[in-house]
Each structure stands twice: as structure tokens, then as C-alpha cells.
């Protein structure tokens, strides 16, 4: 997960060598969005049919394939190649590996199963922009070397892949994966209008932050530093993790309310920062956004799957991450066109007005009609 966000903080550069604008980088880094949908539609449910390793051997062959494409990137077209590929590679990824973890945990070793899953997904979000923002900034070769240290994980995670058994029993072959349509019983639809808004929020705000971010420092901060500005995105992430792990605490009802309270509490401290470009503004942001977005999202995943009928739950769940991820997508690209005519700290105010309505109606929608999930599967 940590190669996904691998370039964030490296944009700028790639801005500086092959001359850009800002809606490019917005438009390559949604590229792996499109990617990840795709195959959550096609593929999503791929290693319940022909088997968690083979599944999670082709994420990192694709994943490998992107880091290669940075690798040998000479123009545009390769970030978009290796974009896409990442987006594949975390598609795969996102539903495999947490369903291995959990079958390959030691019997009453599920809560601590699920801690990891959770842990290494988003914390391996995190660690992506902070790796190679380290590199970039204290090592030779910005733009080679995060990529060829990603290419040796890669390696590395394909060697232990390759020791563990295999969980599904009865494997069938390739041609029986059928592509997963996305599903809404009439039953989950007052779960999962809130918990749908509450995700498309909170990963547009990720979004922003690992799009445009790195280029707002620099600019209007003054931060060149790219250790800071791939620290500051982790953070995200990490609080993210933090936002996570809380639900077990704060419960599933009070989860979704209290992330939207995060996320909109987030959204106006990151229009503080862009009025008054202050740096610890932007540091809040990310800690107080981070942590919303993991209650509200794994509060919204537990809702919708705890409200969802057994044979429905995972075309259901499926449904949620396609929203997730046009959220992480096409609100930043409406910032990169809107960059140009009202300039970055601009279309960043635009964005965050329009996610503060979304998130107010979650809010009011929620009051009205509060989430109470039955024994949450997630």
C-alpha cells in the first residue's frame, strides 16, 4: 500500500522536469483511483474464486509494473501508466489481504487480526509519502531511488507471499471471476446514504492532501522541504489508523457522527491554513481530518455491512468503496480546473465549501435518522 502513495511528495518535481500544470498532477493522481475502481467492479471479489495468494502475487506484480513505469518515467505518459498500475495493484489489494490476515490469524487472534489489517493498510498509506519524501530530500536520485527501495519491498513481500498457505480451499480457475455489480437493498439505503457521504468527504479530503498538497507548501508555506511535506500528508494517514481503531471503543452509532464532527472540523482548519497560510494550520488538518475520516469511514463500513443482507454484503461493501474512491478522484480534479482561473488557495476554498455542505447534510441526516447497526461485520 505504501507504493500507491509513493509520488505525492515527488510532484513538484515531476512538475519541474516535465512542466505541468496543476491539473495534471490532479489528473494523475486520480488516474489510480479509476484504477482501483475498475477493479473493485471486475475483480473485487477475485481471491474468493481462484484463491488469496494468486491474487494478492498479481497486486504485486502490478505494483512492481508501477514502479518500474516511475522508474523509467521520460514524459507524462508514464505517470499515468504507473498511476494506473498502483491503482490496480491497491484494488486487488484492498479486499485479499485483509480477508488473509484474518483467516491466517491464530484462533481468538481476530481482534488482533483486524488491528493489523487495518494498520498496515492505512499506515502503509502513510508510509508511502513519508519514505520517499526522506529520499528524496536526504539521499541521491529524488526521482530512482523511493522507487527501486519500493521495488526491493515488493520483492521482498513476494518471497514471504510465497511461504504462507493458501486459505480458500476449493480454488476454481480464472474464467469463473465474474465482474461484481454494485448492489443497494432497499433495507440498507437509510444506512448508507450517510455513511456514503460520510466516505465520498473524507476521501476527497485525502485526496487533496496527497494531490495538491506538496505544491501548496511549497508555494504559499514556503516548505521545500520534501521529508515535511511527505511528513505532513502521513499524518493523514496515521491519524487515520488512530480514527480506525477508536470505533471498537466508541461503537459503530457514535462512530459516523463523531467523524463527520472530525471531518468538518478538518475542512475549516484547512481553509485557515489556506487563508492565512499558516503551517501548523495545515499540520491540524491533517491530525484532526486524519482522525474524522477513520471514524467516519470505519464507522460507515460497519453500519453498511452490519445492515446489509448475508448474500448481499459484499456487492454492498463493494458499492461503498466505489464512492469512497470517486471521492478520492473527481473532486480534485474539479480543484486542478479550477487552479488556473482562481488560482490554488482558490479552488482549495471552492472545495472545501462544498465538502462542508456534504458533510453538514450527513450530519443533519444523521440526526434525524441516527445509525444503529446490528452486530457489525467490519
Not at 508501477?66 to 514524459?75: D, I, R
Not at 485479499?96 to 491464530?106: D, Q, R, W
Request: hydrophobic share 55%; charged share 10%.
Amino acid at each position: 500500500m505504501a507504493g500507491t502513495t509513493l509520488p505525492t511528495p515527488l510532484y513538484p518535481l515531476y512538475q519541474e522536469k516535465f512542466g505541468f500544470s496543476e491539473l495534471i498532477v490532479t489528473v494523475v493522481y486520480a488516474v489510480y483511483a479509476f484504477g482501483v475502481i475498475g477493479i473493485l467492479l471486475l475483480a473485487g471479489n477475485a481471491s474468493d474464486t481462484v484463491g488469496r495468494r494468486q491474487v494478492l502475487l498479481w497486486g504485486l506484480g502490478f505494483a512492481a509494473a508501477s514502479a518500474v513505469c516511475f522508474l523509467c518515467a521520460t514524459g507524462l505518459g508514464w505517470l499515468y501508466a504507473g498511476r494506473l498500475l498502483s491503482g490496480l495493484s491497491a484494488g486487488l489489494f484492498t479486499g485479499a489481504a485483509t480477508a488473509y490476515v484474518l483467516e491466517l490469524a491464530p484462533p481468538g487472534g481476530g481482534s488482533r487480526a483486524t488491528f493489523v489489517a487495518t494498520a498496515a493498510n492505512m499506515g502503509g498509506l502513510g508510509c508511502g509519502p513519508l519514505l520517499a519524501g526522506l529520499l528524496a530530500e536526504y539521499a541521491p536520485s529524488p526521482l530512482l531511488l523511493p522507487f527501486a527501495v519500493h521495488l526491493a519491498l515488493v520483492a521482498a513481500s513476494a518471497a514471504v507471499l510465497l511461504r504462507l498457505p493458501e486459505t480458500v480451499r476449493e480454488r476454481q480457475p480464472l474464467t469463473a471471476v465474474r465482474p461484481q455489480r454494485p448492489a443497494l437493498p432497499a433495507r440498507v439505503r437509510a444506512v448508507f446514504v450517510p455513511a456514503a457521504i460520510a466516505s465520498f468527504v473524507g476521501f476527497a479530503l485525502f485526496g487533496v492532501f496527497t494531490s495538491v498538497s506538496p505544491a501548496f507548501l511549497a508555494r504559499f508555506l514556503h516548505v521545500d522541504n520534501h521529508a515535511v511535506s511527505g511528513l505532513v500528508v502521513a499524518l493523514a494517514f496515521f491519524s487515520s489508523t488512530a480514527g480506525q481503531l477508536a470505533v471498537s471503543r466508541v461503537g459503530v452509532a457514535r462512530s459516523l457522527p463523531l467523524g463527520c464532527a472530525g471531518l468538518f472540523a478538518g475542512l475549516l482548519l484547512l481553509a485557515g491554513a489556506m487563508h492565512w497560510d499558516l503551517l501548523a494550520l495545515v499540520v491540524l488538518s491533517a491530525v484532526v481530518g486524519g482522525t474524522g475520516q477513520g471514524l467516519a469511514f470505519r464507522g460507515a463500513l460497519s453500519a453498511v455491512a452490519g445492515a446489509s443482507p448475508d448474500d448481499r454484503r459484499a456487492a454492498v461493501i463493494s458499492t461503498l468503496f466505489v464512492v469512497a474512491y470517486t471521492g478520492i478522484s473527481v473532486p480534485v480534479i474539479g480543484v486542478g480546473l479550477l487552479a488556473d482561473p482562481l488560482g490554488l488557495e482558490g479552488a482549495g476554498l471552492v472545495f472545501i465549501a462544498c465538502m462542508l455542505l456534504l458533510v453538514t447534510s450527513a450530519a443533519a441526516y444523521l440526526l434525524r435518522r441516527p445509525v444503529t447497526a446490528p452486530h457489525p461485520k467490519v
